[in-house]
Nanobody, 123 residues
Framework: QVQLVESGGGLVQAGDSLRLSCAAS????????MYWFRQAPGKERNFVAA???????YYADSVKGRFTISRDNAKNTVYLQMNSLKPEDTAVYYCAASERISFVTSPGRVEYWGQGTQVTVSS
């Protein structure tokens, strides 16, 4: 079973950039489809981005062109580079992993989760 630990969250201003990291341990990292989800206060958890293998990526429309997901299998780490941040990007960001090969956007279909890291974007 894989364990996931996120880092890199913080308070930034609109237009700034931030990079989140998620370190994985205890599993065959390269075989997992890795995800980022986010949850704003009082709202449901939503899909942000996913990566399978190295080059297969999938993004929510709301972040496409601004966020980039990547992974370093040698470091067992997945990243989320967030550019041109907006106040509506404010949320707790969760790293997740799945043994499913196909991309999913429902959090209920992803098996493993980190504890989350807070991202706050001020206007």
């Amino acid at each position: 079973q894989v364990q996931l630990v996120e880092s890199g969250g913080g308070l930034v201003q609109a237009g700034d950039s931030l990079r989140l990291s998620c370190a994985a341990s205890g599993g065959a990292f390269s075989s997992y489809t890795m995800y980022w989800f986010r949850q704003a206060p009082g709202k449901e958890r939503n899909f942000v981005a996913a990566i399978r293998w190295i080059t297969s990526r999938y993004y929510a429309d709301s972040v496409k062109g601004r966020f980039t997901i990547s992974r370093d299998n040698a470091k067992n780490t997945v990243y989320l580079q967030m550019n041109s941040l907006k106040p509506e990007d404010t949320a707790v960001y969760y790293c997740a992993a799945s043994e499913r090969i196909s991309f999913v956007t429902s959090p209920g279909r992803v098996e493993y989760w980190g504890q989350g890291t807070q991202v706050t974007v001020s206007s």
